[in-house]
């Protein structure tokens, strides 16, 4: 009965199995990384050289295929010399957990090779205002427009077809045309996470507008709303939940663009970083900065949905401070909804 429960359609798990699922959303795919670095049966298609034996042009720490290792054994079994040891090991780019954990603190602590490159912490704080700065000017834009395509039939009509016919194309291919108007430096990568994001976002928010209820709308016009009040104390509040929402997902598609948009031009910020050390070799470093990709992301998204609980708590059943002070803030308060 228990078991049936967990799989009731659309119902809420109880706290404990949420908590105890969350955990295991972390858990699993970290299991899966440690069976697959640390058994050497599961996978581990690699043998990394121990001795080299009478082998001249092995070297310890080498990493060879299986198959090529097992041959230089064989032949010096046949030719009476000194066989190669070693063990076996996954490829280069695929590291252990532990060392890619370690790589979380010396990736930070270990100074650039090339004068002029940046610190990783000065390449995350280069890509976060990349972002910060293009999904900014997108919203500022895109969300008015989106709200007006929703609530006016004629706006949509003009707006939303050429909207639809510009997301279809990638946003890469505008790169050389952004750096051609704006420059080499930070613009360019700053117009490819708008083009990316912008389009998407007019159309998402107008299909939330759009689905705000009508006997909202008759009620107010029943009261004798005006039409702006239609829009900015009906739809738009009717809505605001659910933008902030569209808000968040969109947040996470300006990160998708974030590693195209940082090759236009000069590379900088996290992609540059990635690229260096993918070029070093110490792909450690190269997880490193990905898991720090996904941290920060998943840490934005999980505080702009805890923001979002206390900002409508109507849709959370959850106690709410925020809650509590708005009603003490409105309590004896008459308040109207038009003027």
């Not at 998204?301 to 206390?310: C, I, K, N, S, T």
């Amino acid at each position: 009965m228990a078991r049936a429960r967990l799989f009731d359609v659309r119902q809420e798990l109880p706290p404990r199995q949420r908590r105890l699922f969350g955990l295991l959303a972390l858990v699993l795919p970290l299991a899966v990384w440690s069976l697959v670095s640390y058994v050497p049966f599961l996978w581990h298609p690699m043998i990394a050289v121990a001795e080299p034996g009478d082998v001249s042009w092995m070297k310890p720490g080498q990493l060879l295929p299986r198959e090529d290792f097992a041959r230089e054994v064989a032949r010096m079994q046949e030719a009476g010399g000194i066989v190669p040891s070693g063990e076996r090991a996954n490829p280069i780019y695929l590291p252990a957990p532990h060392r890619v954990a370690a790589a979380l603190y010396s990736a930070f602590t270990t100074e650039p090779r090339l004068r002029g490159d940046l610190w990783l912490h000065e390449s995350l704080a280069m890509s976060l205002k990349t972002i910060l700065l293009g999904f900014l000017i997108s919203s500022a834009i895109g969300l008015p427009l989106g709200i007006l395509c929703g609530a006016f039939a004629a706006v949509s009509r003009v707006t939303e077809p050429f909207v639809d016919f510009i997301r279809y194309m990638p946003a890469p291919a505008f790169g050389a045309l952004m750096v051609a108007i704006f420059g080499i430096h930070l613009e360019p990568k700053i117009a490819i996470i708008v083009i990316g994001t912008f389009f998407q976002q007019v159309l998402v928010v107008a299909n939330t507008v759009r689905k705000a209820d009508p006997c909202l709308l008759e009620a107010a016009q029943t009261l004798g709303a005006r039409r702006r009040h239609l829009v900015l104390r009906v739809l738009v509040p009717a809505s605001l939940p659910d933008l902030y929402n569209d808000l968040r997902i969109l947040l996470g598609w300006a990160w998708t663009y974030l590693i195209v948009a940082e090759v236009v031009g000069v590379s900088s910020g996290i992609t540059f970083f990635i690229n260096q050390q993918a070029k070093y070799r110490n792909f450690e470093n190269v997880y490193a900065a990905i898991v720090i990709i996904g941290v920060i992301g998943l840490l934005s998204d999980q505080v702009l949905a805890f923001v979002g609980d206390r900002l409508f708590p109507w849709r959370n059943p959850r106690p709410s401070r925020v809650r509590t002070l708005v009603t003490r803030l409105f309590a004896g308060r008459d308040v109207t909804l038009f003027d």
